[in-house]
């Protein structure tokens, strides 16, 4: 068969070729729907769609935080500290924020139950890049979780030196009795770097209607320190169902999707702290792999809370300064 035969049945055969892949994509479109329909993920022809706008979403709010700096001199990093009741989701942050940036999951802080809290040491917390490996500019501070009765979790007279800077990484809690000046690890003169430049309190947002009067009131005894500190103040509300549904496919105002939720208003009653520096988040707990959704929203919550850190520390930054040189 010479060449212009061959060239003629290629020309026939071409519309065939055609239908066939056509056939195939739409085939394959119908497979990945019917698997996100049996996984119960989302029965929804815009999920694919939702994804992808969400992972380019993520590695926006990535590349911004890579390369974040705090707004003063005095201080390379930012330093957070979560606070919250036993099982309500501290260090389980800390471990989502950490695998997002590794591409990974990762289990470094140890998670504990509602019942008994596994954190007893102190324990400071930097963030790798997962890129070069690299320490990003804020770190997490973890402690012994809260609890209503009085001798059981973290004694509240810690507060004042865990806010000042004056407790070391893995120190043990005593929930009996605080940290005192003649410890032998007790950092006696803490300077800005060394203290606290945000607080976050982490509550379990299905959880919010059963706190006690007793735990509210230990929250607001916490408050009552960290406002004589100057320290900026937010919360975080985790076990949060379905991020996706919240996000509602608006990745740029995430903060008005969060804002008119009723666990917010609720809770911005509640201690008195602006809805704007309240946040949703749905912390990585059983699932093996990274989702792209999840890590939008913990990008999203981690700079909105360097945010309000930065606009707080120029103050403690003048502070500082004045103490310094002597200043008036």
Same mark, same amino acid.
């Given at each position: 068969m010479d060449s212009s035969a061959l060239a003629s049945i290629s020309r026939l055969a071409a519309p065939f070729k055609r239908l066939t892949w056509v056939y195939l994509v739409r085939q394959v479109r119908k497979c990945i729907m019917l698997c996100l329909f049996l996984t119960g993920i989302e029965d929804d022809t815009t999920y694919v769609s939702k994804i992808t706008r969400a992972t380019k979403h993520r590695n926006q709010l990535l590349a911004e935080l890579r390369t974040f700096k705090p707004n003063v001199d005095l201080i390379s990093e930012i330093c957070i500290l979560l606070l919250g009741p036993v099982g309500s989701g501290k +260090? +389980?942050?800390i471990n989502s924020v950490k695998s997002v940036f590794q591409g990974r999951l990762i289990r470094q802080a140890i998670v504990g139950s509602d019942y008994t809290s596994i954190t007893e040491q102190y324990r400071i917390y930097s963030v790798k890049d997962g890129n070069n490996g690299k320490s990003l500019a804020f770190r997490f501070c973890d402690s012994m979780g809260l609890h209503e009765k009085e001798g059981v979790g973290l004694c509240v007279d810690d507060i004042p030196h865990i806010l000042k800077g004056c407790v070391p990484d893995r120190y043990?809690?005593?929930p009996h009795k605080p940290i005192r000046p003649d410890h032998p690890t007790f &950092?006696? +003169?803490p300077s800005l770097k060394d203290r606290i430049h945000c607080v976050a309190y982490v509550l379990d947002i299905n +959880? &919010?209607?059963?706190? =006690? =009067?007793?735990?509210?009131a230990k929250f607001k005894q916490v408050q009552k320190e960290v406002l004589k500190c100057g320290i900026?103040?937010?919360v975080l509300l985790t076990k949060m169902n379905n991020c996706s549904k919240t996000l509602q496919d608006n990745f740029l105002n995430m903060d008005k999707s969060m804002t008119s939720q009723s666990q917010i208003i609720e809770v911005s009653k509640m201690l008195d702290i602006p809805t704007y520096n309240i946040f949703m988040v749905e912390n990585y707990a059983s699932e093996l792999e990274l989702d792209p959704l999840k890590d939008t929203l913990i990008l999203f919550v981690l700079r909105q809370m360097l945010r309000v850190a930065d606009d707080i520390l120029e103050d403690l930054s003048l502070e500082e300064t004045e103490k310094k040189t $002597? $200043?008036?």
């Open positions: +260090s +389980s942050f043990e809690f005593n &950092i006696a +003169s +959880s &919010i209607d059963d706190l =006690s =009067s007793k735990m509210v900026a103040q937010v $002597g $200043g008036d």
